[in-house]
């Protein structure tokens, strides 16, 4: 047989080689979609919470798995990974929203000890046609704002917790509807916590876009003896389309004694308009 011939062989081996292995790891990845959801419901969200940890440990369905349950957002927020959208091109329109009725927390689980750690908060908009692959997901139902609320203070905003846990709850904090959200987030901008977690609070303030929230911003600058997040809360107030938020921003450019506020100011003042 000649050397070509031989080298065309072998590289047809090695691509089938390669295909049945990928094949092979296609078919052995589970994928499940929301029809596969398992639910737990019933009791308080602790409770679900606990039962989910339980049976996911009893069924060996793996090391990790999702728990996860519905919200009410509120109106006009973006809180999926892909936000709200725009399109227009000669008259093709499309707009797309995040669905207040579909909002989800979903957190990621360590199952392998004898309480849940948990790993990641996430939020989807269930709308979305999300796989999720070789973890289940049990579907704890739906949790009223309260309660929700509730249940991330108590178990991700502790001075204990990892900061990125802790600024992915105040994240989810600031999306539920109502005024509870604004009252935990002031709570946490304004305590003496770590400062990014405190940065993350003003940011969800900002995300809130309400009169109330621009107050609360306002009262956080005027107390707040910190520069960075003071700075933080500048760029809040640059995204409020209250006329109390543009006077404020006027005034810290003028009067402010730190200059580099005063220029942080300026700089957001020009990029709201």
């Not at 793996?62 to 957002?73: C, I, P, S, Y």
């Not at 002031?186 to 107050?215: M, N, Q």
């Not at 220029?263 to 990029?271: K, Y």
């Amino acid at each position: 047989m000649k050397k070509s011939a031989i080298r065309i062989l072998t590289v047809a081996i090695c691509m089938v080689a390669v295909w049945v292995s990928t094949a092979a790891q296609d078919q052995a990845v589970r994928r499940y979609t929301k029809a596969d959801f398992v639910k737990v419901e019933g009791g308080s969200l602790g409770d679900r919470v606990d039962r989910a940890f339980r049976q996911s440990k009893s069924s060996g369905q793996g090391e990790t798995v999702w728990l996860a349950w519905h919200f009410r957002a509120r109106d006009g927020v973006s809180y999926s990974p892909f936000g709200s959208m725009n399109y227009f091109d000669n008259g093709i329109r499309l707009e797309k929203r995040d669905s207040p009725n579909a909002a989800a927390i979903f957190l990621l689980v360590d199952a392998t000890g004898s309480a849940p750690k948990f790993q990641r908060l996430t939020l989807l908009n269930l709308d979305d046609p999300y796989v999720f692959e070789d973890r289940p997901v049990y579907w704890l139902g739906d949790i009223e704002t309260a309660q929700s609320i509730d249940y991330l203070e108590k178990t991700f905003l502790s001075a204990t917790m990892e900061r990125e846990l802790s600024r992915g709850a105040l994240r989810a904090v600031s999306v539920h509807e109502g005024d509870q959200s604004i009252a935990l987030l002031r709570k946490f901008a304004g305590g003496d916590g770590d400062t990014e977690v405190r940065k993350a609070a003003v940011t969800g303030l900002a995300r809130v876009r309400t009169p109330a929230a621009t107050d609360v911003l306002i009262d956080l600058y005027n107390s707040a003896g910190n520069d960075d997040l003071k700075r933080e809360i500048i760029n809040g107030l640059s995204r409020s389309s209250e006329p109390k938020a543009a006077d404020k921003l006027k005034a810290i450019a003028k009067g402010d004694p730190d200059p580099k506020l005063r220029q942080r100011a300026i700089q957001r003042m020009v990029s709201r308009w």
